[in-house]
């Protein structure tokens, strides 16, 4: 099975960057997608094809994706982008997540 | 603006099996070229994809559950469902249907499931 690794959690101070890895075997050469997470929600789709923000999605989001990795970039960090981010990427035909980020705005 | 929206009972007994069935509005099941699928989270933990289904019928199930998961389409309902058969502790999650192409883009409130005896 495909495994993708996040760290578990990530803090930043507001107005800061935040970014979040993803890791995976030759995730490079897959396309990854991000979600956000906040307690009691449903996942929202924040990144998608490893670069690009859905109609809604505020342009401090940024995604990358090389190599091993994949990266979720979020600029000048608001309180309100605390929340779990799960990255996910497909193996085959079945869609792999992997463990989830906690992001903290201190 | 697509909506899906899971129900179905909210408790269920070891051994037995779990039934859900997502509606789906703003949109026609039939006439998408997306797939509906089902995914869930165990309370405090992360995302585990099950499976999905395209408007035809044909489906793709997570190998590690693919013993105890059917996904079925209804579309004169615009309604797809989930079948987890001899469930345990270990199946209390809260359960999500999704809208999926090549990403999950809608997502439903979810749908709190507890096996307890």
């Known amino acids: 099975s495909y495994d993708l690794i996040q760290p578990p959690s990530v803090s930043v101070s507001p107005g800061q960057t935040a970014t979040i890895t993803c890791s995976g075997n030759k995730l490079g050469d897959k396309f990854a997608c991000w979600y956000q997470q906040k307690p009691g929600q449903s996942p929202v789709l924040v990144m998608y094809q490893d670069t690009k923000r859905p109609s809604g999605i505020p342009e401090r989001f940024s995604g990358s994706n090389s190599g091993n990795t994949a990266t979720l970039t979020i600029s000048g960090t608001q309180a309100m982008d605390e929340a779990d981010y799960y990255c996910?990427?497909?193996?085959?035909?079945?869609?792999?997540f992997g463990g989830g980020t906690k992001l903290t705005v201190l | 603006q697509v909506q899906l929206q899971e129900s179905g009972p909210g408790l269920v007994k070891p051994s037995q099996t779990l039934s859900l069935t997502c509606t789906v509005s703003?949109?026609?099941?039939?006439?998408?070229?997306?797939?509906w699928t089902w995914i869930r989270q165990p309370a405090g933990k992360g995302l585990e994809y099950l499976g999905r289904i395209y408007s035809s019928g044909s489906t793709n199930y997570n190998p590690s559950l693919k013993s105890r998961v059917t996904i079925s389409v209804d579309t004169s309902k615009n309604q797809f469902s989930l079948r987890l058969s001899s469930v345990t502790a270990a199946d209390t999650a809260v359960y999500y249907c999704a809208r999926m192409s090549d990403r999950f883009d809608y997502w439903g409130q979810g749908a709190l499931v507890t096996v307890s005896s």
């Open positions: 996910q990427t497909w193996d085959r035909t079945t869609a792999v």
């Open positions: 703003g949109g026609s099941i039939s006439s998408s070229t997306d797939y």
